[in-house]
């Protein structure tokens, strides 16, 4: 940490002391969290009085990436704002680069994810000598793949496959369009789906959606569900696993891989901790190349 940005904590701290009258305890969690905020930005060559919203993200993915919980990452957020509340009053700065983050949620934890192992796994289950099993091997293969959530999957539609492109064009929660690389894992998986199984499911029936019954219809989210079940008994998985733990299990290894938590978030189609229109700030072959890098499958 430099020199500046230790002075600088340690008078936010006396004004603290001086304002509100808190305990050493609290005083001294402050200085631990913000002592940590000042050593990563210290890395990015940044410092606590030039530090963007973006520098304050990264410390922020960083410190889930090290599997801090909400409630510590809550904690952080709470002491970063003060002090650049702070620095804002006494005229240091001129805009509060804290004031857009949202604060990390505190209700429910997120499902736990599979291993890797486990994952591999469920995806070896289904019979894939038959037009019903190869279907849910690609189903399985493209949610962990991009990480759609289940209505995203089974509403997919032909239309919005960039086979030659290896992205799926994704409608998420609010009408809002995202774009999510497939890695050649699922590319393979698909177009073999596409070509072999989803012709004789349908026969001479049309159907828009991708994924298709024996019926000439689509799958419904009961039904993927109840298969995601059957495969995970059959490959010796004891807990419940969901369709959910796949695209949880998809951001988690993608993280463990070493991904920035702000393209992940972009693929999963959150808005929490994202930039504002980032689709105009990475390029798509840039978002191709990192999910190719990082996803243990791409």
Request: charged share 25%; with cysteine; net charge positive.
């Amino acid at each position: 940490m430099m020199p500046a940005d230790e002075q600088l904590i340690e008078g936010f701290l006396d004004a603290l002391w001086a304002e509100r009258g808190l305990s050493k305890n609290t005083l001294s969690s402050y200085r631990y969290d913000l002592t940590l905020l000042a050593n990563h930005l210290e890395k990015r060559h940044s410092s606590l009085l030039l530090a963007s919203r973006e520098d304050l993200l990264h410390f922020l993915a960083s410190q889930v990436q090290a599997g801090r919980s909400p409630r510590s990452l809550s904690r952080y957020l709470s002491g970063i704002r003060q002090l650049y509340q702070w620095l804002m009053r006494d005229g240091r700065i001129r805009q509060d680069p804290s004031a857009l983050i949202d604060s990390p949620k505190l209700g429910r934890g997120l499902p736990k994810a599979l291993s890797e192992q486990q994952v591999e796994a469920l995806l070896e289950a289904p019979d894939v000598g038959r037009p019903l099993g190869l279907r849910d091997r690609t189903m399985l293969e493209l949610m962990y793949a991009t990480g759609l959530r289940v209505s995203e999957l089974i509403s997919l539609e032909a239309v919005n496959l960039g086979i030659n492109q290896g992205i799926v064009r994704v409608m998420g929660k609010g009408g809002k369009e995202r774009l999510v690389p497939l890695g050649e894992e699922a590319l393979s998986w698909l177009q073999r789906y596409l070509e072999e199984s989803r012709p004789e499911l349908l026969k001479e029936g049309n159907c828009a959606l991708v994924f298709v019954t024996n019926r000439k219809s689509g799958m419904t989210r009961q039904a993927f569900w109840y298969a995601v079940r059957k495969y995970a008994l059959a490959a010796g998985i004891s807990q419940s696993v969901s369709p959910h733990m796949l695209r949880h299990s998809f951001a988690t290894h993608l993280l463990n891989h070493g991904a920035d938590l702000r393209v992940v978030q972009l693929l999963l189609g959150h808005s929490d901790l994202s930039t504002t229109q980032i689709y105009t700030h990475i390029a798509r072959e840039g978002l191709k190349q990192l999910h190719n890098k990082h996803h243990p499958r791409g």
